[in-house]
């Protein structure tokens, strides 16, 4: 799978959006872009996946850059729950099956 | 809502000893999958397990490790004989479809391993 870069860590105030950047300059024409989040002591979580549309669900929304060599991952009003590491995985269709976490960026809400 | 579901939620053991965790996969997933974290370090793939047999596996994943899937219900990761360095936490997932592109992953809340 291709390579992704996330910032280590970021700080949000409760009930403001979040933006969550990733980086896959590297990306090919079939990954998928997913985005997973661990909260702390639990497993990780699905979170959304886009290919080339931006895509919303009730959790978050997913902003692709047009060349999809970056995109955002959108919370859109931050609750102390969604303290958590989130993770950028590109998955290929074609390629392998088992996800490859980084080590994701740390998003620290403050109250 | 449905889960995964794994137990032990905390097992200890000593060195050389074997060690079965087991899985309760969402019932209508069809891939089935083990990852580990050991402490403070990444989310690391173990295996994937499809139509009975593996169809991946990690090169941590050696002939200390299995997976069985026994009673069409539950999911086991089996290490023959541990060693210290298995000390960490054992995530279960499953999917509903092939994770390739697409597949939506669920994991249950792991069963922490510690090996003395």
């Known amino acids: 799978d291709a390579k992704t870069t996330q910032p280590n860590s970021m700080e949000s105030n409760e009930e403001e959006p979040v933006h969550l950047p990733c980086n896959h300059s590297?990306?090919?024409?079939?990954?998928?872009i997913h985005w997973y989040r661990q909260l702390p002591s639990q497993g990780p979580e699905y979170v959304i996946h886009?290919?080339?549309s931006n895509v919303n669900n009730r959790m978050a929304s997913l902003a692709i850059a047009e060349d999809r060599k970056s995109s955002t991952l959108i919370l859109h009003r931050a609750t102390l729950r969604d303290a958590a590491v989130y993770y950028c995985i590109l998955r290929d269709k074609g390629g392998a099956d088992g996800l490859t976490f980084g080590k994701g960026t740390h998003l620290i809400i403050q109250p | 809502e449905p889960e995964v579901t794994q137990t032990p939620s905390h097992q200890v053991t000593q060195m050389g000893q074997e060690v079965i965790l087991r899985c309760v996969p969402i019932s209508n997933h069809l891939y089935f999958y083990w990852y580990r974290q050991i402490l403070g370090q990444k989310v690391e793939f173990l295996v994937s397990f499809y139509n009975n047999e593996i169809s991946e596996k990690s090169e941590i994943f050696d002939d200390q490790f299995s997976v069985e899937r026994p009673d069409g219900s539950n999911f086991t990761l089996k290490i023959r004989s541990t060693k210290l360095e298995d000390s960490a936490m054992y995530f279960c997932a499953s999917s509903i479809r092939e994770g390739r592109g697409t597949g939506e992953l669920f994991f249950g809340e792991g069963s922490r391993l510690t090996v003395l």
């Open positions: 590297t990306i090919s024409g079939t990954d998928y």
């Open positions: 886009g290919l080339t």
